[in-house]
């Protein structure tokens, strides 16, 4: 299948990423989820607390895909790139995972991307340092990506435990769990690539 590369997006995307703005915003993020996380922990330490972490754009970045074809792509273009497993590592938000991970909160790693690629996407966590999550939840085929996340936090991840942070760049995947702490990251690529996009069904 041919891809139609948008040049003026990559030529935009390439701007936005050498400007620094986008991991300046991304630290900015995870300084203030860093220090929630201690004010929350000391406040909750006694309940049966988790994590949920979105995986692209949140753990896993897409930037070097968005270089190379914009934000208008093909299914089968995106899960492509997802089988090679190189999708680099966004670390301030994995330091936050490791923080996690070593005070004994489970961790849940909830994506839209189709649950054939489990083996690739765990694949590729493990090479940017995310190991041993509680699970790695992928998509159905049958379900989209916003009513599949909504069903798991729901019916499975907040049945067990009281969630202590929810961090993903879809606002989408914050709304609806009650958790003690929501953290919003830059979303980069749906509706226009707007940094800062709300609401929407991204099946990622």
Known sequence: MTQTINSPQITWFRTLFNSGYYDA?????AHYANKQ???????????SLCAIFDIDDTLL???????????EFTQVIQEDWYRKSECPAIQ???DLYHKL???GIPIYLLSGRSDYLWHETRHNLEKAGVTEPKAIYLRPEAETGKVF???IRKDVITAKHQVLMNIS???SDLIGTDAYL???LPHLYHQGFNCYDALGDDSR
């Open 61 to 71: 970045s897409s930037k070097p895909f968005l270089l190379m074809y914009g934000a």
């Open 149 to 151: 996340k909504q069903r």
């Open 101 to 103: 991970q070593n005070k």
């Open 37 to 47: 996380i201690d004010y929350l922990l000391d406040q909750h330490h006694q309940q």
């Open 25 to 29: 915003s991304l630290l900015d993020c």
């Open 169 to 171: 760049d879809k606002a």
């Open 92 to 94: 301030p938000i994995i």
């Open 182 to 184: 929501n953290v919003k």
